[in-house]
């Protein structure tokens, strides 16, 4: 096969089931500013094998920190008692015995050797002849065989030799065959490839060696890993390289969760990764690893599945017109409806039946004018807001139950913060003080210790982001967004930024008061006149 370049060859039928790898842990932790601790490390390994069942995972790479050294021995540890230490793997160098000594000292049994795909990156970066390379790898991995290690074998620039040197890249595989070599991975480094490429420079590999298993994997540089990631499964490869959220470095790695889905719906090919748990791995990642995912993220976004469009609340609330195969019951979430100036009846209806809020047909008008003056006014507004509109529509305090009267926070220097609030519930004002970490965490200690006064339980803090906007001087307004289990998610606007998570706070607690009280929902009315609100509810957080 050396020395001839090969030929378009016939596509290969995709396997029934294809492996996924997930390498989050190491080649997704190479992204600029990633850096994650051995217990958040150990986290992400169990949830990706337990949880979400990946076939394998790619955890570290070999003789770097010693926080990695002791990260890679806790997992293996852990997979080791949980019978799935094969399904860990760490990368490895052509270096004798270096990284197969690394391996054994952390309990690892596989490494994922890299190698050179392209005669280029052989001789400008080894400094080594093909054959030189050759005799190298050979060495390694009969060095780590007979200690014990198995071994996969990554073409680094596989792509590039391709690309440029496809007698190189044929060759090498060849001899690779001849190895004690489980899988050869095929490596687009620097996400160079088009789809039609990858279909067709893996194709070609396939037809030439069909009795090896071949993995491919992909870099987003233009855009194009998930694509190329599908093309190359199309083409026959057996398995796919994927990290959470697409992270890694430069543009990232191909997504795993948009790799699973895209192979299952327009391929045909199966994968044993439980779907319902991508978006939990997707947010345990984005935690430990401080990457904000893009609302717009396919799948895993928060914004994916919210309709904002009036027209598309109309046509799911008549059939479901605007829902594809991506339903978001088949993620473990659920569809929600933007409130702002594109808005609708339908939308309106769908978030006030949410709440569990009955308006007649009058209100509702007066309510969709009120919400569609306010986003012209670029104020955004969530379904957290709706009490407060419809308290200040009806001026009845009923949809109002809980409220922030007034609040002191004091810090000092060497001192732990404390908070003493006067708050609302149920036209009863209660007092309470406490001490934490910060302003915010006093506040809310003082909130707690009033749990039994108030009724309900507090809700645990997900996440807490502040935005303000670019160009903003000290005075500019802050968005404080917190995220509550249970899915809620409020806002607070203010040029104080504590001022501002306690607004978001007062929106959550009143939603939750509302959903443990028995509050009473408008009753219709004639036009032009009022009528008292009689029938209790139970609005939904």
């Known amino acids: 096969m050396a020395g001839k370049s090969p030929k378009e060859t016939p596509h290969s039928r995709p396997e029934a089931v294809v492996e996924v790898m997930d390498t989050t842990l190491r080649d997704g932790e190479q992204a600029e500013g990633i850096s994650m601790m051995p217990a958040e490390k150990l986290t992400i390994a169990r949830q990706l094998l337990e949880k979400v069942r990946v076939d394998r995972i790619e955890v570290a790479s070999a003789r770097t920190s010693a ?17 799935c230490l094969d399904r860990v793997e ?39 002849t093909p054959q030189d390379h050759l005799d190298d790898i050979q060495r390694t991995i009969e060095y780590g065989v007979k200690r014990g290690l198995a071994f996969n074998v990554y073409l680094e620039d596989w792509s590039g030799g391709m690309t440029g040197s496809p007698d190189y890249v044929m060759a090498q595989i060849e001899t690779l065959a001849r190895m004690p070599v489980r899988r050869i991975m095929l490596c687009d480094t620097l996400g160079i490839l088009a789809p039609s490429q990858v279909r067709r420079f ?8 069909p009795a090896l298993r071949f993995d491919y994997h992909g870099h987003n540089d233009y855009g194009l890993a998930t694509a190329n990631t599908l093309e190359a499964v199309l083409a026959g490869a057996r398995g796919v390289h994927v990290t959470v959220n697409g992270m890694g470095e430069r543009a990232g790695n191909t ?90 009846k339908a939308s309106l209806d769908f978030n006030l039946e949410r709440l569990n809020v009955t308006l007649t047909k009058e209100q509702k008008q007066q309510l969709l004018a009120r919400i569609i003056e306010l986003s012209d006014q670029k104020k955004n507004v969530t379904k957290a807001d709706l009490p407060f509109l419809i308290s200040e529509m009806l001026q ?20 732990r913060p ?33 749990e039994k006064q108030l009724g309900f339980r507090l809700p645990a803090l997900v996440d807490y982001e502040v935005h303000i906007p670019p160009g903003g001087k000290t005075d500019a307004l802050v ?45 219709r009315r004639t036009r032009g006149t009022r009528r008292p609100l009689s029938r209790v509810v139970k609005p939904a957080v």
């Open 67 to 83: 926080g990695e050294h002791d990260a890679v021995k806790r997992i293996a540890e852990w997979a080791e008692s949980a019978g």
């Open 90 to 128: 760490v990368l490895g160098f052509v270096d004798a015995d270096a990284s197969a000594d690394w391996a054994r000292t952390v309990g690892a049994r596989v490494i994922n050797l890299l190698t050179k795909g392209s005669l280029r990156h052989c001789r400008e970066q080894l400094r080594r």
């Open 202 to 209: 893996v194709g070609q590999i396939v037809a030439a060696f």
């Open 255 to 344: 997504p795993l969760d948009e790799v699973v889905v895209s192979l299952r719906d327009h391929a045909g090919v199966a994968t044993r990764v439980d779907e319902r748990a991508l978006a939990d791995i997707s947010r345990l990642v984005e935690v430990f690893s401080g990457r904000r995912i893009a609302v717009n993220k396919p799948i895993v976004g928060e914004n994916v599945f919210t309709q904002a469009a009036g027209v598309h609340a109309d046509g799911d609330k008549k059939g479901n017109l605007y829902e594809s195969r991506l339903g978001p019951a088949r993620f473990g979430l659920h569809r929600s409806y933007a409130m702002g100036k594109l808005m609708g």
């Open 396 to 415: 009845s305090p009923e949809l109002r139950v809980f409220e922030v009267k007034d609040y002191s926070v004091m810090s000092n220097r060497g001192l």
């Open 418 to 450: 404390t908070a003493t609030v006067l708050v609302r519930y149920r036209d009863k004002d209660i007092q309470a003080t406490g001490s934490g970490d910060g302003g915010y965490n006093a506040f809310m200690q003082a909130l707690k210790s009033i």
């Open 479 to 523: 968005e404080t967004t917190i995220k509550w289990e249970g899915g809620l998610k409020t806002r607070g606007v203010h040029s104080d930024q504590l001022a501002a998570a306690i607004q978001a706070t007062e929106h959550a607690l009143n939603l939750i008061a509302l959903h443990s009280s028995d509050v009473r929902r408008p009753a």
